[in-house]
């Protein structure tokens, strides 16, 4: 019989696997976060080009929206080529430019937190989108220095978020052991 989670299509031991890889991820970013930088993207540069052969190939299945599956071929193509051949180049640039990404984010989110807080946001809106505009030029200013300390930060996240997915696995897996657990009434 199947667990509620499992009809969902969703099973807890994949999530518990999840949490296990992103813990082993994360630990690897915190030992070696060079090599281990440069091997995700690399893993990046094959999906790119993998991706970009099946958005070529699929056009020939289905020809509808031909000209963008081309053009995402090709620029998957071309991009997984770059990553995979200028493993060093790469790593950097992709480290630099999703700073720069985070950067602008936070410099938008910032001015729509402060508009917000001139236009009866209150107080912790303006609090919120200076606070923003800080990270944002921060980050700007000093994107190789950010882009030098991501791999640490994302090894934490990764961590973190590896750890909660165990603990919810546990808990649907709990939650699936027992589906006709009923709370009894307090006293």
């Not at 030992?31 to 699929?58: D, E, N």
Request: hydrophobic share 65%; proline share 3%; net charge neutral.
């Amino acid at each position: 019989m199947l667990s509620t989670s499992e009809t969902l299509g969703f099973p807890w031991w994949l999530v518990l696997l999840e949490g296990i890889a992103a813990i082993i991820v994360g630990f690897l970013l915190l030992i070696s976060p060079v090599h281990t930088t440069v091997f995700l993207v690399q893993i990046m540069g094959f999906y790119w080009l993998i991706t970009g052969i099946l958005a070529i190939v699929s056009i020939f299945l289905d020809r509808s929206l031909w000209g963008w599956k081309l053009f995402s071929g090709i620029l998957g193509i071309i991009a997984g080529l770059i990553v995979i051949n200028n493993p060093l180049w790469s790593t950097l640039l992709v480290a630099s430019l999703l700073v720069i990404v985070l950067a602008v984010q936070a410099l938008i989110q910032g001015g729509i937190k402060l508009f917000h807080s001139f236009s009866g946001g209150g107080f912790g809106a303006f609090v919120l989108g200076l606070l923003n505009l800080i990270i944002g030029v921060i980050l700007l200013f000093n994107f190789l220095i950010a882009a030098s300390i991501l791999p640490f930060v994302v090894g934490i996240l990764a961590i973190i978020g590896g750890i909660a997915a165990i603990i919810g696995a546990f808990r649907m897996h709990g939650h699936a052991a027992s589906p006709t657990m009923q709370q009894s009434p307090s006293m």
